[in-house]
């Protein structure tokens, strides 16, 4: 290289230290210029760079030498472009050879919860619970279909004509779903529900006004007493952050055995054993599902079972489970009430071939699940711990529930903020008994819906 260039090289080098990019600039569509200077240094850069051995380097350091061969080859070719463009082009060289393209930054905005890809040039994001359009957006289909591929594979999945929808999940245990045509009319569509770098504690949750320091307390004793809990909730209502944190509160010494369809619970014991479902090969065979696992758990002398979510069949070897001996389990459930959460297990429990009379169901599932926690995402977007009840038996035919504790709304303020708090009911369990028996210290005043507004928490 000419001492011209290797000047003119080190001036570049000086200026992007000195000058970071935007979010704006970072996610903003390429020009034609930028887009065409681009794919020129892009196709010369894979002529020198041997990405055979970009896994065997730390990322820090694979990045580094990629930026600098990237603004050394932009300084060869006198590229007629200004400091902002000549950044912003080695920026998505960048995240093209080590990252998702166009997605990295969204990824590296903790403020996002989720990613919608609606075809290759619509990105949506959800930030405090509202979706905002983005600038971002990918070249053509082509190379959103080879993100998604590049997504997929790196955890043994595929995604092809013949098998068009996916469940896959990223290096920090975000979970991704990915269609494609022919199922996908409009193009490939990519989901992304993000999950944070720092995982939420309950004092996050109570700082945030999702619950309050008595129902948090309660919720501590209900593992900490090895009840069998449900967590129900709808789409982005926080089952498996509330499942998290629930999780934290079993012992260290405890064996645990995860299941789940796409690996996202981030428990943080050790000992901790990981199972996670395999979908079918090209020649359709090799499939292991939830039930499998479930069935195969038993056999691995687990103290705790927690089942992601329960989707099928699989919820009869769960309540089975339940009612021999495994006590302490956990999992979530789709369903808008506590109520519905059972009738969806019944339902579910019907998936799996095996019939049973109505009332011998619901005696097995009354016997089965102690407590069923209600989280929900109000229409402010905030997500809300709403209710916690305890199953009490059988009355007829009907399941009995009583509950401990409910959110009492009280309207709207200016902004359009539910207005409410989650207050006890004034009902004692009938598990304080066995809280007791525990050695669980939880003072029974913690029932009554006036003793937090008398300071006592």
Known sequence: MSQVLKSRFNDIQAESVKTPIDEADRTRPLSAQEADWKQRINERLLTVLDLSLIGT??????????????????????????????????????????????????????????????????????????????N?????????????????????????????????????????NAVIPPLAIDGAMLSIRRFGVDLLTMDDLIEFGSVTKESAQVLHAIVKARLNVVVSGGTGSGKT??????????????????????????????????????????????????????????????????????????????????????????TTVHANTPRDSLGRIENMVSMSGVSFPTVALRSQISSAIDVVIQVARLEDGKRKLVSIQEINGMEGDIITMSELFAFQ?????????????????????????????RGIVLPIEVYDPDWAETGNI
Do not use: C, W
């Not at 082509?142 to 996916?166: C, F, K, Q, W, Y």
């Not at 709304?409 to 028996?437: M, S």
């Open 241 to 330: 952050t509330m499942l998290n944190i629930l999780s934290s509160y079993i012992p260290e010494d405890e064996r645990i055995v995860t299941i789940e369809d796409s690996a996202e619970l981030q428990l943080r014991q050790r000992h901790v054993v990981r199972l996670e479902t395999r979908p079918p090969n090209i020649e359709s065979k090799g499939e292991v599902t939830s039930r499998d696992l479930v069935r195969n758990s038993l056999r691995m002398r687990p103290e705790r079972i927690i089942i992601g979510e329960v989707r099928g069949g699989e919820a009869l070897d769960m309540l089975q489970a339940m009612n021999t001996g495994h006590d302490g389990s956990l």
């Open 57 to 134: 380097v730390a990322s820090d350091k694979a990045r580094k030498e990629i930026r600098e061969i990237a603004e050394r080859l932009l300084a060869e070719e006198s590229a007629p472009l200004s400091r902002k463009q000549r950044q912003l082009i080695v920026a998505r060289i960048e995240d093209e050879v080590m990252g998702l393209g166009p997605l990295e930054p969204l990824l590296a905005d903790n403020t996002i919860s989720d990613i919608l890809v609606n075809g290759f040039d619509t990105i949506y994001i959800e930030r405090r619970g509202k979706l905002e359009l983005t």
């Open 409 to 437: 709304r009280e309207g709207l303020d200016e902004e359009n903020n539910v207005l409410g708090k989650l207050r006890a009911t004034g009902i004692v369990p009938a598990f304080h008994k066995n809280l007791v028996h």
């Open 136 to 176: 971002a957006r990918f070249t053509d289909h082509a190379h959103l279909l080879n993100t998604i591929d590049r997504i997929v594979s790196a955890v043994g999945r595929r995604i092809d004509e013949s098998s068009p929808m996916v469940d896959a999940r990223l290096a920090d245990g975000s979970r991704v």
